[in-house]
Nanobody
Framework: QVQLVESGGGLVQAGGSLRLSCAASGSIFSILAMGWYRQAPGKQRELVAR???????DYADSAKGRFTISRDNAKGTVYLRMNSLKAEDTGVYYC?????????WGQGTQVTVAS
């Protein structure tokens, strides 16, 4: 199993930047892909970006061109650099790690973008 701890959320003005970090512990070398999901108030959790252990990444349309996901496989850490933040980026951001036999979630970190 894998445990995840997120950090880096906070309050930022529209147009600003934040970097989220997610540190995995446990069987980190069994992780195949890691990603970030967002849950806005009253909405379902949705994918923001994900990256495989070979470095392939994909993004939600809303994140393309503004967000960058990166990963350090040796450390079991994934990052999300968010630029040009908008009010609609507000929500709880959850880290996810998936393997053949597990799908783990972090506790979430709040991102609030003030317009």
């Amino acid at each position: 199993q894998v445990q995840l701890v997120e950090s880096g959320g906070g309050l930022v003005q529209a147009g600003g930047s934040l970097r989220l970090s997610c540190a995995a512990s446990g069987s980190i070398f069994s992780i195949l892909a890691m990603g970030w999901y967002r849950q806005a108030p009253g909405k379902q959790r949705e994918l923001v970006a994900r990256i495989t252990n070979s470095g392939n990444s994909d993004y939600a349309d809303s994140a393309k061109g503004r967000f960058t996901i990166s990963r350090d496989n040796a450390k079991g850490t994934v990052y999300l650099r968010m630029n040009s933040l908008k009010a609609e980026d507000t929500g709880v951001y959850y880290c996810n790690a998936g393997g053949l036999r597990f799908n783990s979630w972090g506790q979430g970190t709040q991102v609030t973008v003030a317009s």
